[in-house]
Structure formats: C-alpha cells, structure tokens
C-alpha cells in the first residue's frame, strides 16, 4: 500500500529544494513564483528499500498576499486529511514567525505523525539556535540543509520507521483494481454509485482509516474486481474550495493503488488541463487506461463526427500514447457504463499479454531490417535479438543492439507502435528497453 508524505510550511522555507532533494529529481521549482507547473509537485522517493510519494503542497499556492496565508492554510488541511506522515518545514534563519505557530496548532490537531523540520542549519551555531522551534510544541526540531543535503538521511531513516507503523489493508491479491479518477464534478460518484447502486449487498467496504483508499469490491454480472475510490464513496471531507488540489491529493492515493484507472472527462467542458495532470500521474505510474466521455447525454450533436472530432482532441493532448480506449457514456442514464466494465476488464488482461520470443523476432526483425535506427556519427546500428521480459507489471521488452545508447526516444516509440500493431495491448504501457548485445 503506497504511503504519502506531504511537506508543509510556508513559502520559501525550501520546501521545493527538500522535494527536489528526496524524489532526487531538478524539477527546479525553487522559484520565487507560485503556482509553478502541477505536475512536478508530486514525486517518488525510495529509501532502504521503502518506497513512498512525496507531495509538494507549496506549488498550489494562489499568488495574491490577500489570499495567500488563507490558501497555504487549506493546503496544510487537505494534507493532514489526505497524508499518512507531514514534513512541517522551517526556516532556522527566520526563527519562528506567527505564521509558524498557526500550522502548529493545525498540526498538533491532527491525528497523524508530524516531523518538524528545521531547515537551512548550515553551521553548528544554527543547531542551537533551532532549539527555538521546541516552542512550536511539535518535539524535537530535525536539523537539514535541503540545499547541501546534509541531516536529510537521519530524516529518512525516521520518516521510513514512522510510515512502518502505519498498517496496510487486507486486500486479496490477484484480483484487478480499478480506479475511477478525474477532476472534480466529472462524475466520479455518479458512476461508482451506477457501477453498486442497486445490488447493495454485494458490495463490501474493505477500509482502512479514512484516510486509505477505499476498496469496494464488485462481483456480479461475471466481474469480480475491486473499485477504488476517489470519489464520494467516503465521507465528504469538510474541505470544499481548492478543489483542484484536492483531487490532485485523492488521485495520486487512487492511481497508485490500481491497475487500471478510467478516466472521466466532462463532455461538456472537453479536455482541460486538471484532466492532463491526472493523466500524467496514471502515466507515471505506468498504469492502464480507459477513457470515459461521461454526460454524453447532455451533448445535443452526436453524429460520428462529433464524435471522431472529440477522440482526435483527446489523443492529440495525451501523445505520444494514444493507444487506450475512449468510451462516451452517461452515468446518469447507465448509458454504456457495462461497456466501461467490459474495456476496463480486457485492459486489465491486456497488461498481461504475452508473446513468445521465436514470434516476436519473426515479426520485428523484418521490420527493423526494413526501417533501422538512423546512423549517428557514420556508426550503423545494428538490432539482432529480442525478447519479452518474465515476470513485469506491464508488458517490457529488450531489444539487444551493438550501439544501445544511441537509440532514441523516437526510435523507441517506433518498435512500441509496431508491437502494438500486432498484439493486443490497448490501454496498457509498454517498456522498452535497448541493451548492449
């Protein structure tokens, strides 16, 4: 079960320079600006073996000084509500501000481990000087540099014991999980209520603490799966603004406990870009995806072209990967929804396609010989051998070459898009990887 770490505090504490630091990513949002690109606020981060996602929450900040300590406030909730453990980051040179003390007294409510981080100690005479934050009333203040690195592996060592603590769920394994995501007002509970509404007691709630991810589990009409909730299944949260942060929150708990995830647009509203940053989440995680046009019964044109002109748009936002199913459907009428059960199942079983070697480099081969990786330096790069690896969450395949590393991403995509050409794996990514022969 995925745990998720939220890091808190106020702007330009270096909140973004210890994100950047533990997901060892530069996605360089250390900038003065606020609300910096979405996506790159949520990262991974692996440490003696335990992997968990760290969230960024200072990138979802609204840039007016009104406002501005009122959003950071809601951001601190959504986290407490949403993360298993909070990282509270402060700054050492500063001292501790009012502002300082009112997420305190947020975070000494909550129910859930807080680490307080005092941040920017440089030298040992700033040691002391963090024993200033004991007044917060949050213990004992950890002392980093995010910018130099130094005291950040103590803080992991505790931040991976305490997220031990915290128990998972009884899940059967084995089974598909499915997760329904989209921005708010898509239709998420709409759906999951068409998907359970009549046939109550089929459906059994598997819950953790609020805070886990829901399981609902779906056996009739020959399906057998868990749903996973980001929806309104749980208990509405008290917080109702912010809702785009919020979601980001719920989904990347949904996405990375699925297998597959359906995408839920507003066919009234199209493709927007809270849609994209969903899709890059499931993306990241290397999940399969379904599509689901949802209040198609509020669109008063339904010819083919509308419909061609509306697949067209989706996948030209979401290239390269345009391989997924889009299904257009109401939750409201129950229009196609058994349709969404069905593609969402055989995506599922997609993931596990597998193709025998001696077949594979029947079929590839030819097409290499007949299209080979452009030259690079005068050097001809040669791909004799292929093989599909056992034992991978989505299908992987290694291409053995003389010069690996000047195969390109281009390149890549080509052998991706032959292999899908002839097998079935719609909905699912794809690894390729080239390797020296």
């Not at 330009?12 to 990513?25: M, Q």
């Not at 647009?265 to 994209?276: H, K, L, P, S």
């Not at 991403?409 to 991706?416: N, S, V």
Request: charged share 25%.
């Amino acid at each position: 079960m995925a745990n998720l770490v939220a890091i808190v505090g106020r702007p330009n504490v270096g909140k973004s320079t210890l994100f950047n630091r533990l997901t060892k990513t530069r996605s360089a949002i250390v900038s003065e600006e606020a609300g910096t690109t979405r996506d790159r606020q949520y990262g991974k981060c692996e440490w003696c073996g335990k992997e968990f996602s760290v969230v960024d929450t200072g990138g979802w900040v609204v840039n007016s000084d009104d406002v501005f300590e009122e959003e950071i406030r809601k951001q601190v909730m959504i986290a407490t509500e949403e993360a298993d453990l909070v990282l509270f980051v402060v700054d050492v040179t500063n001292g501790v501000t009012d502002w300082d003390s009112d997420v305190a007294m947020i975070l000494r409510k909550a129910k859930l481990p807080v680490l307080l981080v005092a941040n920017k100690v440089d030298n040992n005479v700033q040691r002391y000087d963090a024993a200033e934050f004991y007044k917060l009333g949050l213990g004992e203040p950890y002392c980093i540099s995010a910018a130099t690195g130094s005291g950040t592996g103590d803080l992991l060592d505790l931040v991976v014991e305490k997220l031990q603590v915290s128990g998972g769920e009884l899940i059967e394994e084995g089974i598909p999980r499915f997760a329904v995501v989209g921005r708010p007002n898509a239709g998420k509970s709409s759906l999951i209520n068409a998907f359970i509404g009549e046939d109550r007691h089929i459906v059994t709630d598997i819950a953790g603490t609020t805070r886990d991810s829901i399981y609902t589990r779906y056996d009739k009409f020959g399906f057998d799966f868990y749903l996973v909730d980001t929806a309104g299944i749980r208990r509405k949260n008290k917080v109702t603004e912010n809702l785009e942060f919020y979601s980001v929150m719920r989904s990347i708990r949904a996405i990375e406990n699925s297998d597959v995830c359906i995408l839920m647009i507003d066919a009234t509203r199209g493709i927007e870009g809270q849609d994209m940053n969903i899709f890059q989440l499931i993306q990241k995680n290397n999940k399969s995806l379904v599509v689901v046009v949802n209040k198609w019964d509020l669109v008063e044109d339904k010819s083919q072209k509308v419909i061609d002109t509306f697949e067209d748009a989706i996948r030209n936002r979401m290239a390269p990967f345009t391989d997924f199913p889009i299904i257009f459907a109401s939750a409201l009428t129950k229009q196609r929804i058994f349709r969404v059960l069905e593609t969402a199942k055989q995506v599922y079983l997609n993931r596990t396609t597998k193709v025998g070697t001696s077949k594979l480099n029947e079929v590839m081969l030819p097409l290499i010989e007949a299209y080979p990786p452009p030259s690079i330096k005068g050097k001809y790069i040669k791909i004799k051998y292929c093989m599909q690896l056992p034992n991978t969450q989505i299908p992987s395949f290694v291409f053995y070459a003389n010069l690996p590393q000047y195969v390109k991403d281009p390149y890549k995509r080509f052998l991706e898009n032959k292999i899908r050409e002839n097998w079935q794996m719609t909905g699912s990514p794809i690894n390729i990887f080239i390797r020296q022969k």
